[in-house]
């Protein structure tokens, strides 16, 4: 079982970071589950969720190395794949009230990333000024923007906001790296951040108001409530943390979280004697 794309390149460490605080309370969910279109039987990331309960993310089949296609499942069933013209790979992370969706895609197997603008009518790339590569994650109604690059003199990644054309760096103070994950429509960004040089440890933050609060896991998502998961937990204002686990699965990754409390993510189950797995997406509602 393989990250998706968006974390590979993003932050390695986030699967061992975030279990270091594995909850021990179980979530009540009703689950809504749905399968990757046919022909796609690989791994299966959906990554975020609008207003209309509108999920994104990426695809694979089954096949070594094939490339990964951006998908969107419309809240009715009906999916849209999308792959950036010779791209290696596409991903979508998010996608707002609007329809604007972004994300990330690959020209050459060599590295680098460019961060992707999808929408019904158009597509655009974005680049963070000399960086060796960008990465869309998130993006709120307002259009603002935020994703992590890769700096080409050093090799760290330090988040970024993009707003009205201008681009801003999100760096936790002190850090040797930061990478941010997600903004919602109040402006409140999410993210991590990593010290003592890159072979340090990993801490989570909320960036409010300008100012940076550490947190014990690594937000992937938060909501304009101030609900947020951190891919296998969802954190609830009242400081309760709950774990996210569909059943009968070997492993379930919460990504995305969206305005009315629906989460998404997908679950895991096998392997079967070929020593494949299968995968559901699924939306849900946690208490």
Known sequence: MSAPRYLTLVLVSVFGFTLLGYSQTQATCTFTYFNPPSGYTGDFFPMGINHYNTAVGGIYTNTLNNGEKGYIRYSGGGVTLYSFPGATFTQFNRRNVNGTTVGQYNINTGGWSAGLIYTSSSVASL????????????????????????DAATGAQYGFKYQNGTFTRVRYP???????NSINDNGVIVGGYETGGFEGPWFGFILQNGVFKTVSYMPMDINNAGVWVDSQNIHFTNGVVKQVKVPGSVQTWAYGINDLGVITGSASFGPNSQGNYTWKGYTAVCH
């Open 127 to 150: 680049k963070y000024p000399n960086a060796n590569s960008t990465v869309l994650n998130g993006i709120n109604k307002y259009n603002t923007m935020v994703g992590t690059e890769i």
């Open 174 to 180: 002190n850090s040797s790296q930061t990478v941010v």
